[in-house]
């Protein structure tokens, strides 16, 4: 069973800070893909920072060097666990809604997941910059 739970939105000032965690319980989640996304009105959803299976972190090129993502191991064995994302220097265009999202990659991927992949998602957090 896969539960992802999104926390920690709101309204943040441009140029602050703000921290997303999604409480994710996943069965071998060693083996699994784990990402943040964001959609706006109007606009596609974005892979914003993702892990691969073996632990590779990618990021968007709108928010590299800003954002930060992590992991906080809750259970032991990596069934239950904090997926994090630092958001700093925030600006206008980070207003969004976040979710966070899991897949399996596929065989002969090399551990990594497509955005096509991501078939497990959290309901969605809002996070706003007010101008």
């Known amino acids: 069973q896969v539960q992802l739970v999104e926390s920690g939105g709101g309204s943040v000032q441009a140029g602050g800070s703000l921290r997303l965690f999604c409480s994710v319980s996943?069965?071998?989640?060693?083996?699994?893909?784990m990402a943040w996304f964001r959609e706006g009105t109007g606009k596609e959803r974005e892979l914003v920072a993702s892990y691969d299976s073996v632990g590779r972190r990618t990021y968007s090129d709108s928010v590299r060097g800003r954002f930060t993502l992590s992991k906080i191991e809750l259970s032991g064995d990596w069934t239950k666990f904090n997926l994090i994302l630092d958001m700093d220097n925030v600006k206008p265009d980070d207003a969004d809604t976040y979710y966070c999202?899991?897949?399996?990659?596929?065989?002969?991927?090399?551990?990594?997941?497509?955005?096509?992949?991501?078939?497990?998602w959290g309901q969605g957090i809002q996070v706003t910059v007010p101008s």
């Open positions: 999202a899991a897949a399996r990659p596929p065989p002969g991927s090399g551990g990594t997941c497509a955005r096509s992949d991501y078939n497990y």
């Open positions: 996943l069965d071998n989640s060693r083996s699994a893909c």
